[in-house]
């Protein structure tokens, strides 16, 4: 029988390193967080690469953009205060995406 669970790689990036992976240095991967869980969304670079439609989400926490559905810099954070059941049902869907398109390369961890 297949597993629901979603598998996260060993990668573990305080949000300081995870802004590292903004796309700036071609060189590094591309990552983006979603409550906590970081994709490499390399593979998508027209999007979230610089110049594209979504770079804002670049080396950042994105839970509040995307439940909100706001593309701005002030909301790349973890904070869901306000969030209504709709909005954070758009949140689910927007992780299920990620999920199943990149897939879970690692998480956030704390500032050591």
Same mark, same amino acid.
């Given at each position: ?30 990552y983006i967080?979603?409550r906590g ?6 593979? +998508? ?36 205060? +306000? ?19 990149? +897939?879970?390369? +690692?998480?956030?961890v704390a500032?050591?």
């Amino acid at each position: 029988m297949a597993s629901t669970a979603t598998t996260v790689g060993s990668l573990r990036l305080t949000l300081a390193e995870l802004a590292q992976y903004d796309g700036q240095d071609a060189s590094k991967p591309l990552y983006i967080s979603v409550r906590g869980k970081i994709y490499d969304v390399t593979a +998508g670079k027209t999007f979230y690469g610089p110049g594209g439609p979504y770079a804002v989400f670049a080396g950042k926490e994105c839970a509040r953009a995307l439940a909100f559905m706001k593309v701005t810099p002030e909301d790349c954070n973890d904070d869901l205060a +306000g969030a209504t059941e709709a909005q954070l049902k758009t949140l689910a869907d927007w992780e299920a995406k990620f999920d199943q398109k990149y +897939g879970a390369a +690692g998480l956030l961890v704390a500032q050591q």
